[in-house]
């Protein structure tokens, strides 16, 4: 079911609008226009998680070597820094089977939907 | 905007335990230029400048902004997470229903930098008359692990002679100098606070391996945080390990230490291996005359924070019970610092009796706070 959550506008750059729906909290990210949300828990230690930071981060590479990249792809978690794909909520490359719940967002009107 | 932190595990809640942080941190805005009224005007002139920040180790956390403090923490009147005494009981101690929180300053331990004593033993004055003036009149769930300088252990306790009677101070915080703790160099210490009846307390400094005057690493020296933090534990083992071998506890029998934050899953193994050993040499170090393990089971304490996460849950248990944590362990949460353990989330599946020893009892009865509600 899609919760009417705020105005584009309300949703700070790169910072969370974060909402409760149906008591759950969820964070709502506007990453240069793409819009996400993200259930407000971490699933490592139930942090709130969407009060990290919208970053990239270094890839797998060779000893020795770094290369930076998925530039504002990733949300980092403010408490032990754990790493997850916006897109997805996938624990990146790996590190842990465990994800960030994601929920579908819609902008109509410039009114912004989350389907929760 | 609210936060709501919610618990996602399908474990029913435990019932309510009655909780001590043993591990909370906090944190004074500009470092030394925040201590300056409780500094003389000769000193304020001495750390002047540049002189008066302390110095952080160049491994840095690799997370956003590269510091320890999470950046949920941080006050909305401005400062750093952990330098607003209201904030902190509104964020933490409010939020869990924590009925005290012992503060331990990482900022004090930055002392162990300091190659100068005088400066050394000013300053730890001035961190103590600080938090005793800015925190423990805030609030009385506060209580203060008192700061002392290592580089002059007489110094040091003229400090806990000073200030260890005074009712919200209930432990000995000792940024450790490269010296292990047996070593007969901080007896004076030992003997003031086993006088006054408080534990010390050794925490990692953040300063390891990064400064001539601070603890060594085993073999060498670190080149990233991940590696340092990942070995602080050898400096609890080797420290107690020399406590024990040089008879600190015969000496002063009623002596307790706590060991924050160095984790507890190598216990075991330092246990049996004193024992071991002990049945082969103890000719070696005939003042020991019972199974080293109990003098460690006796006289130290080991803070929950960071939980450690085994491959299965069992084996967590299994520790815990190799570490008779029952007796051995303190409830601790690291506020503000980014390896935070929630008092939601950690030791859902401990036994209750061994939950109430944990987060509470144990933790009363070292630090004198309350007679404990179920023994």
């Known amino acids: 079911m899609q919760h009417r959550v705020g105005h584009l506008s309300e949703i700070p750059d ?25 259930r407000n828990v971490c699933p490592h230690k139930q942090a709130p998680l969407c009060r990290g930071t919208v970053e990239g981060t270094m890839l797998p590479s060779k000893p020795g070597e770094l290369e930076y990249g998925y530039e504002d792809r990733v949300l980092k978690c403010p408490w032990h820094g754990w790493e997850f794909d916006l897109e997805t909520g996938e624990c990146l490359f790996g590190v842990s089977g465990r994800r960030a719940k994601t929920y579908p967002v819609e902008v109509r009107d410039d009114q912004v939907y989350v389907e929760a | 905007m609210t936060i709501t932190v919610e618990v996602t595990s399908k474990v029913a809640a435990p019932s309510r335990t009655k ?5 909370v941190h906090p944190w004074i805005n500009g470092d030394i230029k925040g ?40 006050p909305p009147g401005g400062g750093a997470g952990g330098s607003d005494p209201e904030f902190m009981l ?11 929180a012992v ?13 100068n004593t005088d400066e050394a033993i000013t300053l730890a004055r001035a961190f103590n008359d600080y938090f005793m003036n800015e925190w423990l009149t805030v609030d009385s769930r506060y209580r203060l692990a008192m700061c002392v300088a290592a580089h002059d252990p007489l110094a040091a306790a003229e400090e806990i002679r000073r200030i260890g009677n005074e009712e919200g101070v209930v432990a000995v915080f000792i940024p450790l100098l490269n010296t292990l703790m047996g070593n007969r160099h901080y007896y004076p210490i030992y003997r003031a606070a086993e006088e006054h009846g408080l534990p010390v307390l050794i925490h990692p400094t953040g300063t390891e391996g990064g400064f001539q005057t601070s603890v060594a690493f085993a073999g060498g020296i670190p080149s990233t945080y991940i590696e340092r933090h990942t070995v602080f534990p050898e400096i609890a083992m ?9 008879g600190v506890f015969v000496r002063f029998p009623g002596l307790k230490v706590v060991a924050a934050e160095f984790g507890y899953s190598w216990v075991p193994h330092m246990l049996w291996r004193m024992d071991q050993n002990w049945r082969e040499f103890r000719r070696e170090v005939p003042w020991i005359e019972r199974e080293p393990s109990s003098y460690v089971l006796d006289h ?13 849950d069992e084996y967590l248990l299994q520790i815990l019970e190799m570490v008779h944590a029952d007796r051995t ?31 509470y009892d144990n933790a009363a009865e070292l630090y004198g706070l309350a007679t404990p509600a179920r023994v």
């Not at chain 1, 790169?14 to 226009?33: H, K």
């Not at chain 2, 509104?90 to 005290?100: A, G, K, V, W």
């Not at chain 2, 130290?300 to 299965?312: G, I, L, M």
């Open chain 2, 103 to 115: 503060l331990s300053s990482i900022q004090a331990g930055k002392l162990a930098t300091l190659p």
């Open chain 2, 238 to 246: 080797a420290s107690i390990t020399s406590m024990v071998f040089e």
């Open chain 2, 19 to 23: 909780i001590i942080d043993s591990d």
């Open chain 2, 300 to 312: 130290v304490r080991f803070t929950s924070q960071p939980a450690e996460e085994p491959e299965k």
């Open chain 2, 329 to 359: 362990m303190v409830f601790s949460t690291d506020y503000p610092h980014w390896d935070t353990d929630s008092p939601k989330s950690t030791f859902r599946r401990v036994p209750e009796q061994m939950r109430w020893r944990i987060f």
């Open chain 1, 14 to 38: 790169r910072e969370a609008l974060i909402v409760d729906v149906n008591r759950r909290s969820i964070g709502v990210f506007n990453v240069d226009g793409r819009l996400y949300a993200v």
């Open chain 2, 90 to 100: 509104e964020d933490h101690l409010d939020r869990y229903d924590i009925e005290y």
């Open chain 2, 35 to 74: 201590l300056m009224p409780y500094l003389s005007t000769a000193w304020q002139r001495r750390f002047e400048g540049s002189k008066s920040t302390l110095p952080d180790h160049p491994l840095r956390p690799p997370l956003a902004g590269a510091t320890s403090i999470r950046r949920d923490t941080k």
